[in-house]
Antibody, heavy 121, light 107 residues
């Protein structure tokens, strides 16, 4: 079964750090681009970061640039998000999502169930 | 950055109704537009990619159209299980962005 499972969320104080992980199974992880998407409580979806299948190309949303770092370990079928200098507005469910390219279009076809990050004192 | 604006923000319709949700991009994005469905407590689910191509397993009552800046998602005959929030997403540039969502309620 194709699956993504996030972990590493929790309660952290403002200014603190957290590292999220996403374990992939059921597909050839190294062949796919990956993304992190977040959703604040009661709010909409916000794209956070992208990483190419080799890890050589990375993009961030302006809201997290300079504070978050995306990475991957293809040997371990894992995606990561290192989050530093956390703010209250980073409180959200964080999803990892697999990106597919079909007919020239990119879309997120597989999503994990998400991990909750709460930034509060 | 490309801003995505959906309308309406919410709507209520009856089983069997035809429902249309619109999405507008702040600049031309060709057909690089996806639609997702999200039910409470669940992850989003891909419905349509490339503006009009149905993802495998998605019922044929869902239909996407549009290009350039204006797009629509139509549900031809609303079913109770279609109660959800729907999001559009542009994939024209890799700083992907989503619309704010449209919450669809069944009367």
């Amino acid at each position: 079964e194709v699956q993504l499972v996030e972990s590493g969320g929790g309660l952290v104080q403002p200014g603190g750090s957290l590292r999220l992980s996403c374990a992939a199974s059921g597909f050839t992880f190294s062949s796919y681009e990956m993304n992190w998407v977040r959703q604040a409580p009661g709010k909409g979806l916000e794209w956070v970061s992208y990483i190419s299948n080799s890890g050589s190309t990375i993009y961030y949303a302006d809201s997290v640039k300079g504070r978050f770092t995306i990475s991957r370990d293809n040997a371990k079928n894992s995606l990561y998000l290192q989050m530093n200098s956390l703010r209250a507005e980073d409180t959200a469910v964080y999803y990892c999502a697999r990106e597919i390219v079909v007919g020239g279009s990119d879309a997120f076809d597989i999503w994990g169930r998400g991990t909750m990050v709460t930034v509060s004192s | 950055d490309i801003q995505m604006t959906q309308s309406p923000s919410s709507l209520s319709a009856s089983v069997g109704d035809r429902v249309t949700i619109t999405c507008r991009a702040s600049q031309r994005i060709s057909k690089y537009l996806n639609w997702y469905q999200q039910k409470p407590g669940e992850a989003p689910k891909l419905l349509i990619y490339g503006a009009s191509t149905l993802q495998s397993g998605v019922p044929s009552r869902f239909c996407g159209s549009g290009s350039g800046t204006d797009f629509t998602l139509t549900i031809s005959s609303l079913q109770p299980e279609d109660s959800a929030t729907y999001y559009c997403q542009q994939s024209y540039i890799t700083q992907y962005s989503f619309g704010q969502g449209t919450k669809l309620e069944i009367k």
